[in-house]
């Protein structure tokens, strides 16, 4: 039977110096077992205040604290590590990229959250984890899930971000029966994770809120300036891309 990692990284910034200070993780063998990670990791690269003040954690907290490589999640990640199984995160990219700096080789399959809901909920303004948390309701379900797994809830902390991201991936199970009647939901997940989202608006700059297949008629140069000069995400430079052919 396939197993399902789901995690979020706190790290010391976004930057490729960065590293992981925090992980939080949930392995589902079954409906009834499930299996929780939590730990903090000691890190000698420095932590930037713009990240101490998204998810509060100071160098003093991690004092005495075990590598990353040291902590029972990295030891429990690799021994699952084969096709059969899938990890998930929201917008995996990062979390996978911060994995890969500890020397992490993958073999799962992957499920990113993130970009699922772009493409199942394509009218959604944002698809921020927070936004969808209270947006699709997952707020009223958290309390008695997290009683469940003896998890408290915080934004921006890893194991309180994970339970709300395994609320969402039920969430996208539905979207998938509701939008792909007779498909398979996991390897759906798995393709739409792989497949670029065709951006419809605009969610910052000055065209915010204006549809990018508009603005490419009034104001080619403005996307083709974009995708020069602004550090975009793999689906706006895809969607730019597609409206400037």
Known sequence: MAKYMLFDTETTGNQEEDRIIQIG???????????????????????????????????????GKPLFTQTPFWEVLNQNNTPQNYLIAHNIQFDLGMLVKEGFVNHYQLIDTLRCAKHLLPNSPYHRLQYLRYALGLYKKEEKEAAKHNITIKAHD??????????????????????????????????????????????FGKYKGEQIEEIARRDSGYLAWMLKNLELDEDMKYTLKQYLQ
């Open 158 to 203: 890893a194991l309180g971000d994970v339970l709300v991201m395994k609320l969402l991936l039920s969430q996208l199970f539905l979207l998938v029966k509701e939008q792909f009647e007779g498909i398979e939901i996991m390897p759906k997940l798995v393709e739409l994770t792989h497949t670029p989202v065709l951006m419809r608006e605009f969610k």
């Open 25 to 63: 993780a949930m392995l589902i063998h079954s409906r009834d077992t499930i299996e929780t990670f939590d730990a903090l990791c000691f890190s000698d690269t420095p932590i930037k205040i713009e990240a101490m003040e998204v998810h509060n954690i100071t160098p003093h907290l991690l004092k």
